[in-house]
T-cell receptor, first 115, second 115 residues
Framework: GAVVSQHPSRVICKSGTSVKIECRSL??????MFWYRQFPKQSLMLMAT?????????EQGVEKDKFLINHASLTLSTLTVTSAHPEDSSFYICSARPRNTGELFFGEGSRLTVL | AQSVTQPDIHITVSEGASLELRCNYSYGATPYLFWYVQSPGQGLQLLLK??????LVQGIKGFEAEFKRSQSSFNLRKPSVHWSDAAEYFCAVAPRGNAGNMLTFGGGTRLMVKP
């Protein structure tokens, strides 16, 4: 099946700094990618839909200026957590959909810890 | 509003025993239905999906699920559980005709397997 890769898998940062997480579709082109957030022992919550070449669409309650999403190419979307705070600590997962199928493929996730 | 309910937060079964994980959904029309598995610290892997046709769906790793329209359910089953099946399982739905977008996840069921 298709492969989606996230980097880094784990990141620890100080409060107030910014962190960038990359999501790459390794063997297909993805016009649409999705970013989810997962708190410990909870389900995934969709944060935003990332569209190649256009602005991301954010879910209600997600701060656009806090979670910057850039989908500059058909194989890469990035999520930047700006001015991170401890409450931003979470597991962030991306998914991507190949152009010619409806199936979503998920990345391995990135665990962010803000000290 | 659409919702997905997984009534069991935790389930423990003995290795070799049968397994059934429950999933109920509330939706305007029959959605697309999915089951995903997540190992600790990992992304999600698709086990199986139902779009239409035969209501008994076969998936990977020996899993199957049965769609029951009258009960708005899509329960996941496995005849004989292996220790490697210990993980978190998520049921998800997507609007019909839009399988690649707008996944709504259930709260998840954590499966533990006793030797």
């Amino acid at each position: 099946g298709a492969v989606v890769s996230q980097h880094p898998s784990r990141v620890i940062c100080k409060s107030g700094t910014s962190v960038k997480i990359e999501c790459r579709s390794l063997d297909f082109q993805a016009t649409t990618m999705f970013w989810y957030r997962q708190f410990p022992k909870q389900s995934l919550m969709l944060m935003a839909t990332s569209n190649e070449g256009s602005k991301a669409t954010y879910e209600q309650g997600v701060e656009k200026d806090k979670f910057l999403i850039n989908h500059a190419s058909l194989t890469l979307s990035t999520l930047t957590v700006t001015s991170a705070h401890p409450e931003d600590s979470s597991f962030y997962i991306c998914s991507a959909r190949p152009r010619n199928t409806g199936e979503l493929f998920f990345g391995e996730g990135s665990r962010l810890t803000v000290l | 509003a659409q919702s997905v309910t997984q009534p069991d937060i935790h389930i423990t079964v003995s290795e070799g025993a049968s397994l059934e994980l429950r999933c109920n959904y509330s939706y305007g029309a029959t959605p697309y239905l999915f089951w995903y598995v997540q190992s600790p610290g990992q992304g999600l892997q698709l086990l199986l999906k139902y779009f239409s046709g035969d209501t008994l769906v076969q998936g990977i790793k020996g899993f199957e699920a049965e769609f029951k329209r009258s009960q708005s359910s899509f329960n996941l089953r496995k005849p004989s559980v292996h220790w490697s099946d210990a993980a978190e399982y998520f049921c998800a739905v997507a609007p019909r005709g839009n399988a690649g977008n707008m996944l709504t996840f259930g709260g998840g069921t954590r499966l533990m397997v006793k030797p």
